[in-house]
């Protein structure tokens, strides 16, 4: 089993910044990819930005060159730099990890999500 804590929701304007943490634990040596993915009201949930084992990162096309997506040496934290935030970025975020071990079934793990909100 894979816990997910989240933190570094919350209220900003237009233009500005937030960086989303997301800590993994427990079962944490079979993640092979995590990221972070967004649900806006009324809409279903969107890959925002995803990083595997090997390093490979990708971006959704709304978030290119605005957000960033890090992880530790560990592999135990990921990180969300959002710059020049818009109102259409408002959304729940939530954290995913994706587990896999020889012979077993691939699993998914989501955080509790942390709201987003820009206002204009």
């Known amino acids: 089993q894979v816990q997910l804590v989240e933190s570094g929701g919350g209220l900003v304007q237009a233009g500005g910044s937030l960086r989303l943490s997301c800590a993994a634990s427990g079962s944490i040596f079979n993640i092979k990819l995590m990221g972070w993915y967004r649900q806006a009201p009324g809409k279903q949930r969107d890959m925002v930005a995803t990083i595997t084992v090997g390093g490979t990162i990708d971006y959704s096309d709304s978030v290119k060159g605005r957000f960033t997506l890090s992880r530790d040496n560990a592999n135990n934290e990921v990180f969300l730099q959002m710059n020049s935030l818009q109102p259409e970025d408002t959304a729940v975020y939530y954290c995913?990890?994706?587990?896999?071990?020889?012979?077993?079934?691939?699993?998914?793990?989501w955080g509790q999500g942390t709201q987003v909100t820009v206002s204009s």
């Open positions: 995913k990890a994706v587990t896999v071990q020889p012979a077993g079934p691939w699993r998914d793990y």
